[in-house]
């Protein structure tokens, strides 16, 4: 079975802090990794990475993936009350399925 | 460009009554997935249909939970009878797969209809 295990759970930082957010994974026939963001409402779409190595980039937010270790890490700098959400990684593998981990909790105080 | 509609956005129900979810994918995808999230156990897939056939519905819970897509631009959710823990935010979600060399998709998400059982 799929599995995508995220870290930390919850994570509370003051605005202009860096934060790392972690994704680790266990797939059958890996296709692709994605990172969203939610905050009220739908999750949104913010990066998706097939090859190790190769940073993808968004204004202040960034990620990684490493194919070798099975892990993605999402950094946001220079955090504003506004990147307060819950950040999701998710797994596509065989199918097509994407399988969803549990999101981390990001509060951004002024 | 509209995006994925889902309907009721917000459903208040008592015990035993029967729930149906609606969904209309964006047009042109052919991937149709529907997904319930809750507190304790974050976004689960349920099951996903690809060309309107369902590929993988190891994820329903049980077999008071129903899903059908009976063609491109329309699914529903179905549960029959509803009980309290299937309160939940349940979300439907759409992407376009094309066929050869595959790398993964981006899928998106509508709105979600909020489901609460008494």
């Known amino acids: 079975e799929d599995k995508v295990v995220q870290s930390p759970l919850s994570l509370v930082v003051h605005e202009g802090d860096t934060v790392t957010l972690n994704c680790s994974y266990e797939v059958t026939n890996f296709r692709s990794l994605l990172w969203y963001k939610q905050e009220k409402k739908a999750p949104t779409f913010l990066f998706m990475l097939t090859s190790s190595g190769i940073e993808k980039k968004s204004g202040r937010l960034s990620s990684i993936l490493d194919k070798k270790e099975l892990f993605s890490i999402l950094n946001i700098t220079a955090t504003q009350t506004g990147d307060s959400a819950i950040y999701l990684c998710a797994v596509t593998g065989a199918n097509s399925k994407l399988t969803f981990g549990k999101g981390i909790t990001l509060s951004v105080r002024p | 460009d509209a995006g994925v509609i889902q309907s009721p956005r917000h459903e208040v129900t008592e015990m035993g009554q029967e729930v149906t979810l609606r969904c209309k994918p964006i047009s042109g995808h052919n991937s149709l997935f529907w997904y319930r999230q809750t507190m304790m156990r974050g976004l689960e897939l349920l099951i996903y249909?690809?060309?309107?056939?369902?590929?993988?519905d190891s994820g329903m819970p049980e077999d008071r939970f129903s899903a059908k897509m009976p063609n491109a631009s329309f699914s529903t959710l179905k549960i029959q009878p509803s009980e309290p823990r299937d309160s939940a935010v349940y979300f439907c979600?759409?992407?376009?797969?094309?066929?050869?060399?595959?790398?993964?998709?981006?899928?998106?998400f509508g709105e979600g209809s909020w489901l609460t059982v008494v």
């Open positions: 249909f690809n060309n309107n056939v369902p590929i993988d």
């Open positions: 979600a759409s992407s376009f797969k094309g066929t050869g060399t595959y790398f993964g998709n981006t899928i998106y």
